[in-house]
T-cell receptor, first 113, second 115 residues
């Protein structure tokens, strides 16, 4: 069984730029959720994708967008980066009919300068 | 929306003693409560979860209790070991099968096991 993987591991961007983060779900899982974890805080829900459509969204602005592909992998895109977007971005996958049983990837550390 | 409060923020216990971490939630519709362990620089790892139709669940040295009336749930770790040192997060969600709201996390408890 393959676990959740994310790329890249680390990324440095400047304010105003755009970034794309990638996630491959665990084998057998078809739902992907994205979270932002600021230093010293718990993860915050950004959105969830199921069957290639956004299935729910947290309190994040529209410049945070995503995609899910037919193989269940997913992308998180952030436009017009701000300094406060610096955080660990976590992807979690979950199985059909148990979308809240979420298994996390190692994360992408984004630094915005 | 849901709000999850977690206490304490830091907990230091002697090796072999028990540790208890407590969480409260605000949304009575929440019915799924997982606990995650996150070691420094690593991913959050699901260690145990409970659903609202169950009052207690145990897995070896770890147990979780749920009081739906009071809207609080707790993580109990017995016979603590050095490898239990980590940050622990509680979370809550409405397990409708659709998962539209995601998980709402507490701010975490840094558990320190003193040798």
């Amino acid at each position: 069984e393959t676990g959740v993987t994310q790329s890249p591991t680390h990324l440095i961007k400047t304010r105003g730029q755009q970034v794309t983060l990638r996630c491959s779900s665990q084998s057998g899982h078809n739902t992907v959720s994205w979270y932002q974890q600021a230093l010293g805080q718990g993860p915050q829900f950004i959105f969830q994708y199921y069957r290639e459509e956004e299935n729910g969204r947290g309190n994040f602005p529209p410049r945070f967008s995503g995609l899910q592909f037919p193989n269940y992998s997913s992308e998180l895109n952030v436009n017009a980066l701000e300094l406060d977007d610096s955080a660990l971005y976590l992807c979690a996958s979950s199985p059909e009919l148990a979308h809240n049983e979420q298994f996390f990837g190692p994360g992408t550390r984004l630094t915005v300068l | 929306g849901e709000n999850v409060e977690q206490h304490p923020s830091t907990l230091s216990v002697q090796e072999g003693d028990s540790a208890v971490i407590k969480c409260t939630y605000s949304d009575s519709a929440s019915n799924y409560f997982p606990w995650y362990k996150q070691e420094l620089g690593k991913r959050p790892q699901l260690i145990i979860d409970i659903r609202s139709n169950v009052g207690e669940k145990k897995d070896q040295r770890i147990a979780v209790t749920l009081n739906k009336t009071a809207k609080h749930f707790s993580l109990h770790i017995t016979e603590t070991q050095p490898e239990d040192s980590a940050v622990y997060f509680c979370a809550a969600s409405e397990d409708s099968g659709g998962g539209a709201d995601g998980l709402t996390f507490g701010k975490g408890t840094h558990l320190i096991i003193q040798p």
